[in-house]
């Protein structure tokens, strides 16, 4: 039977072992000097030589030669590496995980070593254990025999309970570098008589990711097609063009907004066999690979690639914009999760191409642009000012932003129950009653309010501002002077008005409410649910009525319960506390023209329907 080629070329002696002399000089060391631990935790990536350093471990614990050990060559170190020494005892944490494993192998470590020195347990995948089973080894593991030696193998340390972490001398494994790769390969190749190209190597090594496992089981599969010589286009043929070599020259057509090419790029990959989904995630990691060179001096601790790939990755992040990376991660993302659930996840990815390609250096898609913020005069401050918060500037009425999307427009029934809703509102507030408010008032209502008193938001005749410093209102028939207060307390606001007076005192909440969001929107823009569902329907010397239509408007105002005090506070000159009022009363249903007429009767203007 054929035996490949990572098996047949396990190293045998810790000379053969490539690119790990950090951890062979520890061990050879003990080895001579017989101070091994009790415990050891190798941890490394796939292919590193985990398992096959804990086998010359093994070896070397047990090796009858008197010099240098292991020897190989002895009749201990060729059972251990037929896998017939019984004291060398390899156990598959991911098949034996269970509790019951455990004891088992608790139970026969008291029993001496039938033939060697020494009794080796290697546990490969030991992540893989369940908690009890951990909990199990904890003993075990801290006082063994003086016989006995325990490896544990991993891939993923941090799975791994502390308790077991700190009963182990750990031993980490690096990727190996491709020049040691290659050098390694050149050997084998020269020992079955097959020739490889040295950029047919290179490609090889550079696939292979620092693994000396996955680079033999690439250049196995290279030369199973009976050929005694191989090349570069052979290797790329055999491999699919797959590796990081595919996203760097995805992304390198991406940045330069070659579409054309690279979806043509893209469709040579997937011909070979590619998975679209595995393509999507696989270059996302890409793109996050391009974000960290870009911040980090050496980024080998967060980037588990080789040393030649993460150097050409930062070779192509240096000539890219943050942006376009950030674009490259949102945008794949967005497509990996549509793809989860298309039936042609093909046809996605290449719209993110396309995307990718006509959009390079813009925002995001989804990501709206800031908006800019309404130009203020800077004010210049009085040394008494020096020590006072900064007040929030008011922003020019004229300078508002307007509405993101319009409303579609409503059916004639529609249409109909917000004009009787609005006209009860109107009739309600110049009765003095609280009555349930519209979502927001027709044009014809502020066209009427213009007609016979001052429009929102305008000064008086002396450019006065409809509320004066202490927040009160300046209509004709308000009282003013120390009794001012009461005459506001407990009280609707326009409850002791008629006529003209009714209507300006209207005007004026109107036009503060107005001013609020005018600047409450630039702070927080879910503030326009509240302009929807709410109105300011009373004020008096210590507090403000806001009444809402529903519950949810209620919860929306009672989280910007403090900007909307804060902006009262700025527009009236007073600190104020805000009391939030639901009012879902549908009240008696009218026609519209009996609305429209008592309106017009209490209002003292004519209020047209059309």
């Known amino acids: 039977m054929y035996t490949a080629l990572y098996r047949a070329y396990r190293p045998e002696v810790f000379e053969e072992l490539l690119g790990q002399e950090h951890i062979t000089k520890i061990l050879r060391n003990q080895i001579a000097s017989g101070t091994t631990s009790h415990a050891y935790l190798f941890c490394g990536t796939r292919g590193t030589g985990k398992t096959t350093t804990a086998r010359l471990l093994a070896k070397g614990l047990n090796c009858l030669h008197e010099g240098e050990r292991p020897c190989g060559k002895c009749a201990s170190c060729q059972a251990i590496k037929d896998g017939s020494f019984l004291d060398v005892v390899e156990i598959d944490a991911a098949s034996n995980r269970g509790i019951d494993d455990i004891r088992q192998l608790r139970d026969s470590v008291n029993y001496p070593p039938v033939i060697g020195r020494n009794k080796v347990y290697i546990i490969d995948e030991v992540h893989m254990l369940s908690t009890e089973a951990f909990n199990a080894l904890l003993k075990t593991l801290e006082e063994p025999p003086e016989y006995v030696t325990f490896i544990l193998a991993t891939t993923e340390p941090r799975k791994l309970p502390a308790t077991i972490l700190s009963r182990c001398l750990r031993l980490d494994f690096k990727r190996i570098p491709e020049t040691v790769l290659i050098e390694g390969m050149k050997r084998i190749c020269g020992e079955i008589g097959i020739e490889v190209t040295e950029p047919a190597l290179r490609i090889i090594a550079a696939n292979a990711d620092g693994s000396v496992r996955d680079g033999l089981s690439i250049l196995d599969q290279c030369i199973s097609g009976g050929d005694r010589t191989v090349d570069a286009e052979q290797v790329l043929d055999f491999l699919g063009a797959s590796g990081e070599a595919v996203f760097v020259e995805l992304t390198d057509l991406v940045r330069k907004r070659r579409t054309a090419e690279a979806i043509e790029y893209l469709a040579q990959v997937l011909a070979d066999g590619k998975d679209v989904r595995q393509l999507i995630r696989d270059w996302i990691s890409h793109y996050r690979n391009l974000m960290m060179t870009k911040f980090l001096r050496d980024p080998q601790a967060v980037i588990n690639l080789s040393v030649e790939n993460i150097d050409r990755i930062r070779e192509q992040s240096s000539v890219m914009e ?286 047209g329907i059309e």
């Open 322 to 607: 943050l942006e376009d990376i950030n674009r490259g991660i949102l945008e794949l993302s967005k497509t990996s999760d549509a793809a989860r659930w298309s039936s042609q996840p093909r046809i996605l990815l290449e719209v993110c191409i396309v995307n990718l390609c006509q959009g390079a250096g813009m925002l995001p898609q989804g990501v709206p642009a800031r908006r800019p913020e309404p130009a203020v005069p800077a004010k210049t401050k009085k040394p008494s000012e020096a020590k006072k918060p900064p007040k929030r500037e008011r922003a020019p009425q004229e300078e508002r932003l307007p509405e993101t999307e319009e409303l579609p427009e409503a059916e004639d029934a529609r249409e109909a129950e917000d004009t009787l809703r609005s006209l009860d509102a109107l009739i309600a507030a110049a009765e003095g009653k609280k009555e349930s408010m519209p979502e927001e008032a027709p044009p014809e209502y502020y066209e009427d309010l213009a007609e016979s008193g001052p429009a929102a938001g305008q000064a008086g005749p002396e450019g006065a501002d409809p509320l004066d410093g202490a927040g009160s209102l300046d209509g004709p028939g308000q009282k003013e002077g120390p009794g001012q207060a009461e005459s506001f307390a407990g009280t609707d606001q326009t409850e002791n008005l008629t006529g003209a007076d009714q209507q300006e005192s209207a005007g004026d909440l109107l036009a503060l409410w107005d001013k609020v969001f005018a600047d409450g929107e630039h702070e927080k823009g879910s503030i326009y649910l509240i302009r929807k569902g709410g109105m300011l329907t009373d004020m008096d010397e210590y507090s403000f009525t806001v009444t809402v239509r529903n519950d949810m408007t209620r919860r929306q105002t009672e989280r910007s319960r403090a900007l909307l005090e804060e902006l009262m506070e700025f527009h009236t000159g007073k600190r104020r506390t805000m009391r939030v009022v639901i009012n879902e009363s549908p009240g008696k249903e009218i026609s519209v023209e009996e609305a429209a007429a008592r309106a017009s009767d209490v209002l003292g203007v004519k209020v």
